[in-house]
């Protein structure tokens, strides 16, 4: 069977359109996900010593239930002005410092701007601590973080929402 000159050579300028095509829509798609996450800040990454004394085991978000914390949770309506940060040391150890740093992700028309650093000392005994951020009118929409260090490393974060 002997084949046209003609019809191989419409065959490879079909495969090569294709391939040109499938190469461009690949392209586009990584683009589209670079743009949406360059507008997110980052997480920190932990600097937590692998050998750290005292480390938090879990940390969670809840809501506030009569100035302490309430129900777990991840998200907020903007007229629950108190939010909780809970962490569960993974031992009671008398001295260890825990600082707070609570961030703004993407909200109220701001993104990456800390809003409040709060630090604790622990007594004898303690392994879970908590931490509360207050806002006397209602919380802009969007996405939150609190950044958890322990004896000055960074050692968990945590993302919630208000929406």
């Not at 095509?21 to 507008?39: I, Q, V």
Request: net charge positive.
């Amino acid at each position: 069977m002997k084949i046209h000159s003609g019809w191989l050579a419409a065959a490879l300028l079909l495969f090569a359109l294709l391939a040109c095509n499938l190469g461009k829509n690949n392209n586009n798609a990584n683009n589209s996900n670079k743009n949406s996450n360059a507008n997110k800040p980052a997480k920190a990454q932990p600097t937590r010593p692998a050998n750290a004394d005292v480390y938090v085991n879990r940390v969670y978000m809840a809501k506030d239930k009569n100035g302490q914390p309430g129900a777990e949770t991840t998200s907020y309506d903007p007229a629950d002005h108190t939010v909780h940060c809970i962490i569960e040391l993974n031992k009671a150890k008398k001295g260890t410092e825990v600082r707070y740093i609570w961030r703004i992700v993407d909200a109220g028309g701001e993104s990456d701007k800390e809003i409040k650093t709060t630090d604790y000392t622990t007594n004898s005994f303690e392994n879970k601590i908590h931490g509360h951020l207050q806002l006397p009118s209602d919380w802009p929409k969007g996405t939150y973080r609190v950044d958890v260090y322990i004896n000055g490393n960074l050692d968990k974060t945590i993302d919630y929402t208000i929406g």
